[in-house]
């Protein structure tokens, strides 16, 4: 519970050290995407929009609103590596019904992505959408960005 609580109030700290700075990444790691649905990051639901994302350390995804409004410092533990024609700046999602779930983050220029574990709301909706469609196959939704 103490490792929990501590990895909470870390986040936090880091989410406001960069909400505060007003320099950010280098160009070559922000990318640009408009998610033309709401969607969640990390038990967070971020509405539909323009933003901004980008690598703060390794394994670190800061994704803000252009607007400034709404941001979410999100853990992205996971390297996933493309293949040789699959490098493009993206975000790709996973879809339950209605529900959106950011999935995996690819920056400019990266060779490999980062790749976000599921929220306990995504295996909820997995396991819901599995049970109402028996199984049905996983629907993943890629958004192209640019860099910004």
Known sequence: MKKKLYSMFAMFGLFLILAASSAQ???????????????????KTLPAGEYAVMR???????IRSVDHKTSVVAQAPERIQAGANDVTER???????GQYFLSQVWLRRDEDGRELGPSGDERRAAAGEKLA???KKLRKIEIAAHAR
């Open 133 to 135: 469609m028996g199984g």
């Open 56 to 62: 703060f350390s390794e394994k670190v995804i800061l």
């Open 91 to 97: 975000l790709v999602f996973h879809q339950y019904g």
């Open 25 to 43: 990444a280098q160009s070559s790691d922000v990318i640009k995407v408009n998610v033309p649905f709401d969607f969640q990051v990390s038990g």
